[in-house]
């Protein structure tokens, strides 16, 4: 059966097309049209942060910030365990080593194991929001703080959450709660830090354009459609959190008393909603014969073969990755959408 219901799909009703007709109206097409500062001020202003700092990518915004501490060869960043892998390959694209902390039950960063990973090449701890669930930021904070240490937010999955590290992330990417279709943003109070990673997604140009670059620097920009999208998209997001509190609260209602369901503690903004499952696998195929899509879990990131390490199968993380899972999230999914999608889960297990 073909899919119905897809895992993430984005809602372009605002003025995403008005914007963008007037970005290739005007000609100003590339990362040099007003848009791109428009958005920047935009979402920063709505995150509460002074500075915005857009970027083509979530892993760029990552490695942006990184690079802007000045972090490289021979120092250590602190990483989930439980994340996407983008996030370990933004500290190995600086030439920095991740090193990974297992996650508590919700699936974010234990920062009770954090200490015991720190060591003097430690320069950064980047805690992870993951499926829109606020890390314990409370604890991070006072952890780098005594250690000195910069706390590098990685916020892709969770637009809405106030940052309060050194620099946050997010991802713009199609199925994220905003999205450019590809895309990033970095937010600091930072003047110098956000200058820099400025200076850093352009190439490091000189202000005369004399083609002599002092630093090795990227192509990072975002393009000014791109920021169009992203604007019109800002400009809804609130409407876009309270749909999806709507999502999150009927998947809660329609999974309930189900034995061979988990479900996962409260998301403090949903991205994806996720769950824990016997029979996963068997459960997503019989999803997807029925036209659902769904996602399984990450994988830890000792099990990455660019990172493997043997102790991987022992890992929290690893046994929460086995049998999870997440259903269709998007901001426009219906009530009768979910009705189905939970009808069909409750028909596998024989639950109705």
Known sequence: MPIKYPVSRPALQGRELAYVTETVSDG?????????????????????????????SGTAALTLALRAFGIGAGDEVIVPEFTMVASAWAVSYTGATPVFVDCADDLNIDPAKIEEKITPRTK??????????????????????????????????AHGIPPVGDVACYSLFANKIITAGEGGICLTDDSRLAAQMAHLRAMAFTEDHSFLHKKLAYNFRMTAMQAAVALAQVEQID?????????????????????????????????????????????????????????VFFKPMSRQPGYHDPV?????????????????????????????????????????
Not at 129 to 148: L, S
Not at 244 to 261: P, S, V, W
Not at 324 to 345: I, N, R, S
């Open 28 to 56: 100003w097409i590339s990362s040099q049209g007003p848009y791109v500062r428009r958005f920047e001020e935009a979402f920063a202003a709505y995150s509460g942060i002074a500075h915005g700092v857009a970027c083509s």
């Open 124 to 157: 950064a701890i980047m805690p992870v929001h993951v499926y829109g669930r606020r890390c314990a930021m409370d604890t991070i904070m006072n952890i780098a703080h005594d250690y000195n240490l910069r706390v590098v937010e990685d916020s892709s999955e």
């Open 239 to 295: 409407d876009f959190l309270a749909r999806r509190r709507e999502i999150e609260r009927r998947y809660d209602q329609g999974l309930k008393g189900i034995a061979d369901i988990t479900l996962m503690p409260q998301r403090d903004v949903l991205w994806m909603y996720d769950l824990r499952a016997r029979r996963r696998d068997e459960l997503c195929a019989y999803l997807a014969a029925e036209g659902i899509e769904t996602r």
């Open 312 to 352: 991987w199968p022992y890992l929290n993380a690893s046994r929460l990755s086995d049998d999870g899972l997440y259903l269709p999230t998007y901001t426009e999914l219906t009530a009768a959408d979910q009705e189905y999608v939970t009808g069909k889960v409750r028909a596998f297990y024989g639950a109705g």
